[in-house]
């Protein structure tokens, strides 16, 4: 039953999805969250690296080192709030074109394919 249902859905999705706005909108976030958790992990990997060679008494703590694995950890939490807020961007484009398709299945409307908000056109 189910296998049906998905079948009947996806053969009446236009294929172009690729080309959409959506999918535009999706890469964009997806961009975005890529570069916003390699960003924060690396941030992290050096702060923890520093403020633990700090700790160690391998570093000055009060020197320029210890002071940057400090910032850095600082730095992390913002961009993996980033990166957290990018995911929901992606479930909200995600959405927003499930529910086009939908409304394109069960009306046969050929609305425009821009996600929501998106004026340009």
Same mark, same amino acid.
């Given at each position: ?31 975005? #969250? /890529?570069?916003?958790?390699? !960003? +924060? ?5 050096? =702060?923890? @690296? *520093?403020?633990?060679?700090? #700790? /160690?008494?391998?570093?000055? !703590? +009060? ?5 940057? =694995?400090? @910032? *850095? ?49």
């Amino acid at each position: 039953m189910k296998t049906e249902a998905v079948s009947t859905v996806l053969s009446t999705i236009k294929t172009g999805y690729l080309d959409s706005a959506y999918r535009r909108e999706h890469g964009k976030w997806v961009f975005y #969250l /890529l570069a916003s958790t390699t !960003s +924060g992990v690396i941030t992290a990997i050096f =702060g923890l @690296a *520093l403020a633990g060679a700090s #700790l /160690l008494h391998v570093v000055d !703590s +009060g020197s320029r080192l210890g002071l940057a =694995g400090t @910032a *850095l950890l600082a730095v992390t939490f913002p961009l993996l709030v980033l990166a957290a807020h990018c995911l929901d961007r992606i479930e909200d484009v995600n959405r927003a074109h499930r529910a086009a398709s939908y409304k394109r299945i069960v009306f046969g409307d050929e609305d425009d394919d821009r996600p929501d908000g998106d004026l340009s056109k």
